[in-house]
């Protein structure tokens, strides 16, 4: 298609004014956290690496953060396991309801997120509690898993998909047994997509906050509940634009390395 | 499960089917066969697409399961083993090499699962690779290959493995004509150096001919005849055989009671049949037959007439171009003929 050149220019700003809306408040953070002025003041008053050093110092962030992690972890495992399942289950067998196991496993993501959290607080409420298990780390990781199945479930089905059935007859033609066939075959053909999966479901799990919200108890703490609970501190201001700046490298990476590996779009 | 024990034949067939049956919901892709494959013997299976050649194939390799019937492999009732515990090994129409390895690691693939040793392995796999005649290209991925070298290593990764039976789907279907012809030698030479009974599945009926010890032509789910090559061109059983094993030149009706005084159907060979001025004389052992030459097709090595008859229907029939160019043949076109054949050459099909 031909554009004339004013639709090109316009194209053209309108293009990096998104781009401006969307990574200058990224920059502004990055900038801030090594702002030597107290306040957001503009312009910078000077560089400074004093507030990295006040994040490090400050024990209530270290632990939040290893709670985001064990989260974040627990959720990919459990993901991994079920999700890698439901997606062989999906696109390997044929049983009676299949199109609508799919559609009921990819749901979640389309749920607001408040929705999710109300229902799982109310259901672990019920469930839980009686037996004892209070809220935690573990019900924050399966309200995490309940979304992270869905872009693990999406990577490897589409994967399985598009290998050749064939492959796996060969395997079990030539006398593998249907564990060496998955080991052999069908694992180095899904592999990469796996990684892709956990890797995304990581990087949901660790930054999100309103399921987390509803499922950690009192005294379980995620990186983003720190931050949210922190921003309206007086004198906090700086420390939270460090440890914005490092979830921002923290977020992007796994998306970027996600998307080299499975070559499609991510969800 | 038990069941009474079927009284074993003296030498047991390679594969033997009966009774067997495959349905697909409403479809039935395989209704009804029994076959026997000899030991050694080069069989294959021929039929237009749809007949139930590779639901045949798959069952007899334990990727599908009959909804009917029993099969034997040696012997042996091997209807619920499954494909893992089959002696029998497949080269896939698709091929379904495995792309992340390479070509030795794909040849070595069975021996490594069923834990050969590493040094017989790899003494096994340079043998199939030499062969497929492919020695120099052990290190290479399947990508790397061209559609003919993919299809040796198809060949050698199944017959490394020494399977009793060998069962190949349309293994030269994705190749050019003269490969497929030079591939179809090649094969039937390993076959015969290995001893290893084949079981071919193919639509093309040079290919039948040209390498098979006996044909078993499907249509529609059913075997229409089982026989050697000579025996199914020479003697189709059916009108089906008698059309899809060559070119069908049927007589029937009317014209089937003025030439063999008796009505049915039957069939002819276009290379039997004599094409002969209308006055010239029939030998006492011969049939004939009177008709107008409507098309003349100059294909190269032969010439073929489509002759209306007088008594209604139409036969082909072929000359070698002894003399004649494609020059002459046209003007024969609108002449008045005779075709005369040997009395042995005329079939009679079964209605
Ligand atoms: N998995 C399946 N599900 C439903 N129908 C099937 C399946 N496999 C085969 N069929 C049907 O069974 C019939 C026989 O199929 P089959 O693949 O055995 O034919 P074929 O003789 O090998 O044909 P071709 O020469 O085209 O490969 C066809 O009508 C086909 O549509
Ligand atoms: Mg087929």
């Given at each position: 298609?031909?554009?004339?050149?004013?639709?090109?220019?316009?194209?053209?700003?309108?293009?990096?004014?998104?781009?401006?809306v969307?990574?200058?408040p990224?920059?502004?953070?990055?900038?801030?956290?090594?702002?030597?002025?107290?306040?957001?003041?503009?312009?910078?008053?000077?560089?400074?690496?004093?507030?990295?050093?006040?994040?490090?110092?400050?024990?209530?962030?270290?632990?939040?953060?290893?709670?985001?992690?064990?989260?974040?972890?627990g959720?990919?495992?459990?993901?991994?396991?079920?999700?890698?399942?439901?997606?062989?289950?999906?696109?390997?067998?044929?049983f009676?309801?299949?199109?609508?196991?799919?559609?009921?496993?990819?749901?979640?993501?389309?749920?607001?997120?408040?929705?999710?959290?109300?229902?799982l607080?109310?259901?672990?409420?019920?469930?839980?509690?009686?037996?004892?298990?209070?809220?935690?780390?573990?019900?924050?990781?399966?309200?995490?898993?309940?979304?992270?199945?869905?872009?693990?479930?999406?990577?490897?089905?589409?994967?399985?998909?598009?290998?050749?059935?064939?492959?796996?007859?060969?395997?079990?033609?030539?006398?593998?047994?249907?564990?060496?066939?998955?080991?052999?075959?069908?694992?180095?053909?899904?592999?990469?997509?796996?990684?892709a999966?956990?890797?995304?479901?990581?990087?949901?799990?660790?930054?999100?906050?309103?399921?987390?919200?509803?499922?950690?108890?009192?005294?379980?703490?995620?990186?983003?509940?720190?931050?949210?609970?922190?921003?309206?501190?007086?004198?906090?201001?700086?420390?939270?634009?460090?440890?914005?700046?490092?979830?921002?490298?923290?977020?992007?990476?796994?998306?970027?390395?996600?998307?080299?590996?499975?070559?499609?779009?991510?969800? | 499960?038990?069941?009474?024990?079927?009284?074993?034949?003296?030498t047991?067939?390679?594969?033997?089917?009966?009774?067997?049956?495959?349905?697909?919901?409403?479809?039935?892709a395989?209704?009804?066969?029994?076959?026997?494959?000899?030991?050694?013997?080069?069989?294959?299976?021929?039929?237009?697409?749809?007949?139930?050649?590779?639901?045949?194939?798959?069952?007899?390799?334990?990727?599908?399961?009959?909804?009917a019937?029993?099969?034997?492999?040696?012997?042996?009732?091997?209807?619920?083993?499954?494909?893992?515990?089959?002696?029998?090994?497949?080269?896939?129409?698709?091929?379904?090499?495995?792309?992340?390895?390479?070509?030795?690691?794909?040849?070595?693939?069975?021996?490594?699962?069923?834990?050969?040793?590493?040094?017989e392995?790899a003494?096994?796999?340079?043998?199939?690779?030499?062969?497929?005649?492919?020695h120099?290209?052990?290190?290479?991925?399947?990508?790397?290959?061209?559609?003919?070298?993919?299809?040796?290593?198809?060949?050698?990764?199944?017959?490394?493995?020494?399977?009793?039976?060998?069962?190949?789907?349309?293994?030269?279907?994705?190749?050019?004509?003269?490969?497929?012809?030079?591939?179809?030698?090649?094969?039937?030479?390993?076959?015969?150096e290995?001893?290893?009974?084949?079981?071919?599945?193919?639509?093309?009926q040079?290919?039948?001919?040209?390498?098979?010890?006996?044909?078993?032509?499907?249509?529609a789910?059913?075997?229409?005849?089982?026989?050697?090559?000579?025996?199914?061109?020479?003697?189709?059983?059916?009108?089906?055989?008698?059309?899809?094993?060559g070119?069908?030149?049927?007589?029937?009706?009317?014209?089937?009671?003025?030439?063999?005084?008796?009505?049915?159907?039957?069939?002819v060979?276009?290379?039997?049949?004599?094409?002969?001025?209308?006055?010239?004389?029939?030998?006492?052992?011969?049939?004939?037959?009177?008709?107008?030459?409507?098309?003349?097709?100059?294909?190269?090595?032969?010439?073929?007439?489509?002759?209306?008859?007088?008594?209604?229907?139409?036969?082909?029939?072929?000359?070698?171009?002894?003399?004649?160019?494609?020059?002459?043949?046209?003007?024969?076109?609108?002449?008045?003929?005779?075709?005369?054949?040997?009395?042995?050459?005329?079939?009679?099909?079964?209605?």
């Open positions: 298609m031909q554009l004339s050149r004013t639709a090109r220019i316009l194209l053209r700003l309108a293009t990096a004014l998104g781009l401006a969307i990574y200058a990224l920059l502004l953070v990055l900038v801030n956290s090594f702002n030597a002025s107290r306040s957001f003041a503009w312009p910078p008053s000077g560089f400074s690496t004093r507030w990295w050093a006040a994040a490090w110092q400050e024990t209530g962030l270290r632990a939040a953060l290893a709670t985001s992690l064990k989260a974040g972890l959720a990919t495992a459990v993901a991994l396991v079920l999700g890698t399942m439901a997606a062989f289950a999906a696109t390997r067998y044929r009676y309801g299949r199109q609508s196991v799919s559609f009921l496993l990819i749901l979640p993501i389309a749920l607001p997120g408040i929705v999710t959290g109300i229902a607080n109310a259901a672990f409420r019920t469930v839980l509690t009686p037996l004892g298990v209070g809220f935690g780390l573990f019900t924050v990781v399966v309200g995490h898993a309940t979304f992270c199945i869905v872009v693990v479930f999406n990577n490897v089905a589409a994967r399985l998909r598009r290998i050749a059935p064939s492959a796996e007859e060969a395997s079990a033609d030539l006398g593998a047994h249907t564990f060496q066939t998955f080991w052999y075959v069908t694992l180095p053909a899904v592999r990469s997509a796996l990684l999966g956990a890797l995304l479901a990581f990087a949901l799990s660790f930054d999100e906050i309103v399921v987390t919200t509803f499922t950690a108890g009192p005294g379980t703490q995620t990186l983003p509940l720190w931050i949210f609970d922190n921003l309206a501190r007086p004198n906090q201001g700086p420390v939270v634009d460090v440890v914005a700046a490092v979830l921002i490298v923290l977020a992007v990476l796994p998306v970027y390395l996600a998307q080299r590996l499975s070559g499609e779009p991510l969800r | 499960m038990t069941r009474s024990p079927s009284p074993r034949p003296p047991p067939g390679a594969v033997a089917l009966s009774g067997v049956s495959k349905a697909f919901g409403a479809v039935r395989v209704d009804g066969i029994d076959l026997e494959v000899r030991p050694g013997e080069f069989f294959s299976m021929l039929g237009p697409s749809g007949s139930g050649k590779t639901t045949v194939l798959r069952m007899i390799a334990g990727f599908e399961a009959p909804s019937g029993r099969v034997l492999l040696g012997g042996i009732d091997v209807t619920r083993l499954a494909a893992f515990d089959r002696d029998v090994n497949t080269v896939f129409q698709d091929y379904a090499l495995f792309p992340h390895l390479s070509v030795r690691q794909n040849i070595e693939y069975g021996l490594k699962v069923k834990r050969v040793p590493r040094a392995r003494e096994r796999a340079a043998e199939a690779l030499a062969t497929v005649r492919l120099s290209f052990g290190d290479r991925r399947p990508a790397e290959l061209s559609g003919g070298q993919r299809q040796r290593v198809a060949l050698a990764r199944a017959l490394v493995n020494r399977p009793s039976v060998l069962l190949l789907d349309e293994p030269l279907g994705a190749l050019d004509l003269k490969l497929r012809q030079e591939m179809q030698l090649e094969l039937k030479q390993i076959q015969r290995a001893g290893i009974t084949f079981v071919l599945v193919t639509h093309d040079d290919e039948a001919l040209t390498m098979s010890d006996r044909i078993a032509v499907f249509n789910g059913r075997i229409e005849q089982v026989g050697t090559p000579a025996e199914v061109y020479e003697r189709p059983a059916t009108a089906f055989v008698a059309g899809f094993v070119t069908s030149n049927l007589l029937q009706g009317p014209c089937a009671v003025q030439v063999f005084g008796e009505s049915g159907t039957y069939s060979r276009p290379e039997k049949i004599r094409v002969a001025h209308p006055d010239d004389p029939t030998g006492p052992d011969e049939h004939a037959v009177t008709g107008t030459i409507g098309e003349v097709v100059y294909a190269g090595a032969q010439t073929r007439f489509l002759v209306d008859l007088e008594a209604g229907g139409q036969l082909v029939a072929v000359r070698q171009n002894f003399e004649e160019s494609g020059a002459d043949a046209a003007r024969h076109r609108g002449s008045a003929v005779l075709l005369a054949w040997q009395r042995q050459h005329t079939v009679r099909i079964n209605p």
